[in-house]
Nanobody, 123 residues
Framework: QVQLVESGGGLVQAGGSLRLSCAAS????????MGWFRQAPGKEREFVAA???????YYTDSVKGRFTISIDFALNTVPLQMNTLKPEDTAVYYC?????????????????WGQGTQVTVSS
């Protein structure tokens, strides 16, 4: 059974940093691409970043240079380091996994989802 569990969310001031983590069980990283999405109140869930098992990464333009996604194969986790946070980064952040090749960036392309963790950035 696949399980994705996010942690690390919280309240931070603008300009600060947070490190989210996604603990994955029941799926091999070597056969999946891992992604992070976010959903702000009243908005659609949007792609943030993704990483393949080989280390290829892709980011949405608004977080490039500020967010870093990685894989810890020893711990089976997918961290998302978020720096220079802005109020517009406020959202529930979701971890997702897909067996599709490449780096999918849309919600329907991901088969597995976590429950989400709240990130709030105050101005």
């Amino acid at each position: 059974q696949v399980q994705l569990v996010e942690s690390g969310g919280g309240l931070v001031q603008a300009g600060g940093s947070l490190r989210l983590s996604c603990a994955a069980s029941g799926l091999p990283f070597s056969r999946h691409t891992m992604g992070w999405f976010r959903q702000a109140p009243g908005k659609e869930r949007e792609f943030v970043a993704a990483i393949t098992w080989s280390g290829a990464t892709y980011y949405t333009d608004s977080v490039k240079g500020r967010f870093t996604i990685s894989i810890d194969f020893a711990l089976n986790t997918v961290p998302l380091q978020m720096n220079t946070l802005k109020p517009e980064d406020t959202a529930v952040y979701y971890c997702a996994a897909t067996a599709r090749l490449g780096i999918p960036t849309t919600r329907p392309e991901y088969e597995y989802w976590g429950q989400g963790t709240q990130v709030t950035v105050s101005s």
